[in-house]
């Protein structure tokens, strides 16, 4: 009783400590980050986040993998609903409006910023976010595209070249707007839709067979 | 006399403290850097550094802007030579492989990398980078589109639109792997013909004429 007692809270503090890092990071950078300041906002010991996180670095792997699977498993699942669809423009639409709904927040394109900014002192911080992030993405678009190239509904000879295209005229554009402009660069609903209309149209007069 | 010989020794000065920053800027980041470096390889004063720039952030901002003018200028001179270019193909083939092989440098690659982490403390600074970098192409290559457009070789409803399509088409997909993953997945001249020649296929199948 005590031990599933033990867990449970210490699976708590394991949460708290992660969500008061997640926000720490965010607000001063990784450098800027303290393990001190982590504690105080988790409510728990400096000792108990080391028992936790044997360092800021591992620490800070977690919270971007965290981040990082939460928002691909968001668009990672609408994908996996693809199968049932049978008007492609429709689905890409949809995927491409969830996935640029899903990654361009403020917390997602800080914390690429935060990576990016990194990359000479942690490469294989980046890495987690790359494959973690895009590169899931665009592999559960592959499986996709494949199976409507086998219905004969998309002409798509390499799909990761496919899935890569088509992820790329999605959010290249406004991925790397916010990512150099800012927050206030993120366009608005319409935008997006508009902007995601026109990819999918350019990407079915490459791969389409209607 | 004496007065010529003065501008030509502050010029020279200017450039060997811009060139000595980047360097300095380029291994050490925006915080690490420190102007008694730059002023020691450069082979000045500190105080004549401060005659030049008036702080850390102008010298990074000059920085900035330099490499990212140089990278532009060797763009957008080969987007001019367009018009006398018939074969759309192979024109945007070219196009795109002299802009992946100028920009997909290990320099401008730590560049970008240095700004976007910067982008909390400067803002503006990424702005230079957006502006006068991947804006000032896009713009560019929007009025060669303009004029295929009139000649009926292209068909592009907004030419802006029509540029970033195509842009990102050719830079997203090894921008963002050699941001994430390091100068090491910047691919070999072979890959990027290949990944160009996909890119020019499918925005001529969604604007091309013929």
């Known amino acids: 009783m005590s031990s599933k007692r033990d867990t449970y809270r210490a699976t708590s503090k394991h949460t ?3 969500n008061a890092a997640t926000e720490v990071f965010l607000k001063s ?3 800027g980050a303290n393990m001190d300041d982590i504690a105080k906002s988790s409510g728990v010991s400096k000792q108990t986040v080391y028992a936790h996180f044997q360092s800021k670095k591992d620490l800070f792997v977690e919270v971007v993998g965290r981040i990082t699977d939460d928002a691909s498993s968001m668009v990672h699942d609408s994908a ?3 199968d049932r ?3 492609i423009a ?3 639409l949809s995927y491409a409006i969830r ?4 990654v361009l927040t403020p917390r997602i394109m ?3 910023r935060l990576v990016i900014g990194e990359v000479g002192r942690f490469p294989e911080l980046a890495k987690v976010l790359y494959e973690r992030g895009p ?3 665009m592999k559960a678009l592959a499986g996709v595209f494949e199976r409507f190239s086998k219905k004969g509904r998309l002409n798509v000879g390499n799909s990761i070249v496919a899935a890569s295209a088509f992820n790329w005229l999605v959010m290249a554009d406004p991925l790397n707007r916010a990512m150099l402009l800012g927050d206030n660069a993120i366009p608005d609903a319409d935008e997006l839709r508009r902007h995601a209309a026109e990819g999918v149209r350019i990407f079915l007069a490459a791969y389409g067979r209607s």
Chains 1, 2 share one sequence.
Do not use: C, F, M, P
């Open 110 to 112: 800080q914390l690429r």
């Open 16 to 18: 708290a400590i992660l």
């Open 90 to 92: 429709e689905y890409l």
């Open 135 to 137: 590169q899931r993405t």
């Open 85 to 87: 669809d049978d008007d």
């Open 80 to 82: 996996q609903a693809s």
């Open 99 to 102: 996935q640029l709904t899903v």
């Open 29 to 31: 950078g990784y450098l």
